[in-house]
């Protein structure tokens, strides 16, 4: 059963700025680690970040110093802020935890697009 929303996708420009939000439906949001990842047509689904219940922080090198995670405990969200998007950057973005990704379901994932 798919237990996260992903919102905040659309069209930027090079360089400009899109925050994605991530609702979690689940008892156990806060201490769980929940990540973000994202897909091209054809392509595996790549980490691109993740955040501990206890604000531990990964980045995959591609967007460190663009990207930053955070996590409303209260709101069982979890953001992704990008900056300075880039072409590359274009995708599908999903967020996922980990009763999620050990049964492989997923959400719709919302659509960002970098035009150059």
């Known amino acids: 059963q798919v237990h996260v929303v992903e919102s905040g996708g659309g069209l930027v420009q090079t360089g400009g700025s899109l925050r994605l939000s991530c609702v979690v439906s689940t008892d156990t949001f806060i201490g769980d680690y929940i990540s973000w990842y994202r897909q091209i047509p054809g392509e595996s689904r790549e980490l691109v970040a993740g955040?501990?219940?206890?604000?531990?922080?990964y980045y995959d090198s591609s967007v460190k110093g663009r990207f930053s995670i955070s996590r409303n405990n209260a709101d069982l969200t979890v953001f992704l802020q990008m900056d300075n998007l880039k072409p590359e950057d274009t995708a599908t973005y999903y967020c996922?935890?980990?009763?999620?990704?050990?049964?492989?379901?997923w959400g719709q994932g919302t659509q960002v697009t970098v035009s150059s």
């Open positions: 955040i501990s219940g206890s604000g531990g922080i």
């Open positions: 996922n935890d980990p009763d999620g990704l050990t049964k492989n379901v």
